[in-house]
C-alpha cells in the first residue's frame, strides 16, 4: 500500500470520490450503532445472571454475625474486604467497600484528601492535580467539576512520563495524579515496575499529594494472564509515603456495571480519614449485594475463572476492530493505534487535524462515539487526532458494520485533509 501522501492529487481525487460513494452508502442505512463507551455487552452481562439468586432468604448474616439487611457497616462487609484484598494484594485492614461505584469513591477521595483542607474562600481554585493524557474522561470531569487546574501529562509505552510528573511536584498547589496502571484508558498500557516505583519515590511539595490510582482493570485481560505489576501501596511504604496512594478497583465490568461493589485499598490512616468523611453520607452501603457477590464468586480463583469468560468474549470483540484497522488503514499512513492485551479500548490516532471530523462523519451515518478530544482534560487535544474505539457493547455484526464504517470515515477525513492542501 503506497502512503497517501506520495499519491498524486489526480489519484486522492479518485481514491476520494470512490470513499464518499461508499460513505453515502452507509449513510443511506441509517444504520443506529453505539460504540461510545465501554460498556459491557449482553452477552457479559448474562455471565452473571447468577448473582441474582446466589442468596435464599436465611442467608443474611455476615461471617462476624453482621446482619446485612440493616444499616451500619460504612466500610463494608469483612468477606467483602477479604476478597477485595485478596483482588488487590492489599491487606483487609487496608481496604474500604464503598456502593456500586469506584467513580463515586474517587470523587469523594478527592473531596476529603485534596480539598478539604483548602475550602476557605478563593483557595480551592489553587489546587491542581496531574493528568495522564491520553487518559479517562471521567477523571477529568471531577477535576473540572470541583474546579481543579488540569495538567496534561503526555504518555509513554511504560506509563506517564516521569520526568513531566517531576517537573510539576515542586508546585505547592498540585495536590494529585490520576492513574490507570493495568490497560490505562484507552490506550492500554500497562505501567512498568520502573515508573511505578518511580512513581512512589516521588517527593512533592505538597503534603496532601494523592495518587489516584484506579485499578478499574486489574484482572481485565483477554489475552494471556493478568499482568503483575510492582505493588504501589507496599512501594510508597517503603518510601515513607504510605499515605500518598489511594487504590480503587470494582465489579462494574466483572459483575453488574449499575450493581456491583467498589473499594478503596489505603493505610489505616486514610481509611479512618475515609470514613469520617463518608459517614455523614450514609448509615451504610448495599451489604446484601456485598453478600451477595461473595456467595457467587466464593474466592480471588472463582473470580478469574469468571473474567476467562469476559476475556473469550472480549478478545473475539477487539479481533474484529484490530483486523478492520489492519485491513483498511495500514499502509496509508493515514491513522495508527495501539493493540491492547486487556481492558476495555483501542486508543485510535488519526491524522493530525482529523478526530473531530472523523467522528461527526460516523455519527452522521449513525455510529456514535466518544466524542473527539474528550481523552484530554478539559477536551481539548492539541493534535485533535485521538479516537476511543469501545468494541465491548455491540454484538460482533454491529461491531463488523461499526468498524468499517469507521474506517470509510477515518479514510473520508483524512483525504479532505489531504487534498485542501
Known amino acids: 500500500m503506497t502512503p497517501y501522501a506520495q499519491l498524486s492529487k489526480q489519484d486522492l481525487q479518485k481514491l476520494y470520490d470512490n470513499c464518499k460513494e461508499k460513505y453515502n452508502r452507509y449513510k443511506a442505512q441509517g444504520l443506529k450503532l453505539d460504540m461510545s463507551r465501554g460498556k459491557p455487552g449482553a452477552d457479559q452481562l448474562d455471565l452473571s445472571m447468577g448473582l441474582l439468586c446466589a442468596l435464599n432468604p436465611e442467608d443474611y448474616l455476615s461471617e462476624d454475625g453482621t446482619d446485612c439487611r440493616n444499616y451500619g457497616g460504612v466500610d463494608g462487609i469483612i468477606e467483602m474486604k477479604k476478597m477485595f484484598a485478596d483482588l488487590l494484594d492489599v491487606r483487609t485492614d487496608e481496604v474500604f467497600v464503598g456502593g456500586n461505584a469506584s467513580l463515586s469513591l474517587m470523587y469523594e477521595s478527592v473531596i476529603a484528601f485534596c480539598l478539604t483542607d483548602f475550602m476557605t474562600a478563593g483557595e480551592k481554585s489553587k489546587r491542581k492535580f496531574l493528568c495522564p493524557a491520553p487518559g479517562y474522561d471521567r477523571h477529568f470531569s471531577i477535576s473540572e467539576h470541583l474546579e481543579i487546574e488540569m495538567i496534561p501529562i503526555p504518555m509513554t509505552p511504560q506509563g506517564p512520563d516521569m520526568a513531566e510528573i517531576k517537573k510539576h511536584i515542586t508546585d505547592p498547589a498540585v495536590a494529585g495524579i490520576w492513574c490507570v496502571p493495568v ?41 494471556g494472564e493478568p499482568p503483575q505489576t510492582a505493588n504501589i501501596l507496599r512501594e510508597c511504604e517503603k518510601q515513607g509515603a504510605y499515605d500518598m496512594p489511594l487504590v480503587f478497583t470494582s465489579f462494574s465490568k466483572i459483575s453488574f456495571p449499575g450493581a456491583g461493589v467498589s473499594a478503596m485499598a489505603a493505610s489505616p490512616a486514610n481509611l479512618a480519614k475515609m470514613r469520617a468523611h463518608m459517614i455523614v453520607q450514609t448509615i451504610g452501603p448495599d451489604k446484601i449485594n456485598q453478600l451477595r457477590h461473595v456467595r457467587f464468586f466464593k474466592d480471588l480463583e472463582g473470580i478469574r475463572s469468571h473474567m476467562k469468560k469476559h476475556g473469550s468474549i472480549l478478545r473475539r470483540k477487539f479481533n474484529v476492530v484490530l483486523d478492520a484497522l489492519t485491513t483498511e488503514l495500514e499502509g496509508k499512513e493515514i491513522g495508527s493505534w495501539i493493540s491492547p492485551k486487556g481492558g476495555y479500548f483501542v486508543s485510535f490516532d488519526a491524522m493530525p487535524g482529523c478526530a473531530k471530523r472523523t467522528v461527526a462523519l460516523c455519527a452522521e451515518a449513525g455510529l456514535i462515539m466518544t466524542t473527539a478530544g474528550a481523552t484530554y482534560p478539559y477536551g481539548n487535544d492539541p493534535d485533535d487526532s485521538n479516537i476511543r474505539i469501545a468494541p465491548s457493547f455491540p454484538d460482533v455484526g454491529q461491531l463488523e458494520q461499526a468498524m468499517e464504517l469507521f474506517c470509510v470515515a477515518v479514510e473520508l477525513a483524512a483525504l479532505e485533509k489531504i487534498l485542501e492542501h
Do not use: C, T
Open 183 to 223: 490497560f490505562s484508558n484507552p490506550q492500554g498500557v500497562v505501567y512498568s515496575d520502573e515508573v511505578i516505583k518511580e512513581m512512589a519515590a516521588l517527593k512533592p511539595v505538597a503534603a496532601d499529594f494523592r495518587i489516584l490510582w484506579d485499578n478499574a482493570y486489574v484482572i481485565h485481560s483477554f489475552e
